[in-house]
């Protein structure tokens, strides 16, 4: 295989974030991606094979700017297939008209867009003095309508944690009336669920599966995105990464650690060093170790993770048999 068979590649646009939920794993530092960085970034690793570019974050619409540049500049380079999907993954808190007449301007932009559920299963993970629990669905409430009518579906990242999870079925309801008919269900990854909520997890998998059969069988369209997605390590994907400080990574299992040198340690390499696509490993490449986990995550964290995960799969393994029959 060759290096530019990397179908994905990530921009981590920023490493910061303008909420902190309870359950996300991924440190945040004051750090932003330079636009000369970003541009030399799209220079060495566009390759006309790309499938993807993932705007990532912390949260990318604090750079929407660098977004509306980068997006252009790829479509005018012809470096890229002209297949290529834009995705941008954020917490929807920032959308407004401006930002939304864009993706709809530009239909090969994808949204990703985290939304938990209902008011008190999305705001109780949200901590912001920007963002109170009392007013945290109120921009999703003016915009809903449009982002449901955006050309290119949303998809819907719910996460389920533990201090959610006895409203599962509730949430997916609420998000599927709402009008976003992709949705990916998440389970709390890389912090600690005990026995009896690992249990209720079970259970709400199996009250949601059974509601997604019910509405696939009256004929309601809606798209569950983690029959589509097959991941090494939960939570994270194959694919290229250029960090915010210029940093390459195999993946982008590395944002679970600090920015800086911590994280560094697993980069390969940095953008104003390679000059080429074919001086990276090829893919895959995995560059983060069991033990490099367990030094970041306490063992019943872990632990956590591997059942949910299991969880997850066997919610999957139930989908499809009712999609077949
Ligand atoms: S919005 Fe996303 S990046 Fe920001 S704190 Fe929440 S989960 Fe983490």
């Known amino acids: 295989m060759r290096p530019d068979q990397y179908g994905i590649l990530y921009l981590a646009l920023t490493s910061r974030c303008n909420l902190a939920c309870s359950y996300c794993p991924v440190p945040k530092a004051d750090i932003s991606m330079p636009r000369l960085t970003a541009e030399r970034g799209l220079d060495v690793l566009l390759h006309p094979r790309l499938r993807e570019l993932r705007f990532f974050g912390g949260e990318p619409l ?58 008190k299963s999305h705001a109780g993970q949200r901590k912001s003095d920007a963002f109170s629990e009392k007013n945290s669905l109120e921009w999703f409430g003016k915009i809903a309508a449009r982002i449901a009518a955006l050309k290119r579906p949303v998809v819907a990242n719910m996460v389920v944690c533990p201090q959610n999870v006895a409203d599962m079925v509730e949430n997916f309801a609420f998000i599927a009336k709402h009008g976003l008919r992709r949705v990916n269900i998440l389970p709390a990854f890389y912090v600690e669920w005990s026995e009896d909520e690992i249990s209720e997890l079970r259970n709400g998998f199996r009250k949601t599966a059974a509601l997604i059969d019910r509405l696939w069988s009256s004929g309601f369209s ?95 393994s139930m989908l499809r048999v009712l999609k077949s029959s």
């Open 62 to 119: 604090l750079e929407f700017e660098l977004i509306k540049i980068l997006v252009e500049r790829v479509q005018q380079s012809g470096h890229a297939g002209e297949h290529l999907l834009f995705r941008i993954t954020t917490n929807g808190v920032l959308l407004d008209d401006e930002k939304l007449d864009f993706i709809e301007a530009h239909r090969n932009i994808q949204l990703v867009l985290s939304i938990d559920g209902a008011e």
């Open 222 to 316: 809606v798209e569950i995105e983690n029959l589509h997605v097959n991941v090494e390590k939960p939570l994270f994907s194959g694919g290229l990464l250029l960090d915010c400080d210029g940093y390459v990574y195999s993946g982008d299992i590395a944002m679970l650690f600090h920015p800086g040198e911590n994280r560094r340690r697993f980069s390969i390499g940095n953008i104003t060093d390679i000059n080429d696509l074919s001086a990276l490993p090829e893919p895959p490449s995995a560059c983060v170790d069991e033990e490099s986990l367990f030094s970041r995550f306490s063992a019943s964290a872990l632990a956590s993770t591997k059942q949910v995960d299991s969880e997850l799969s066997h919610f999957v």
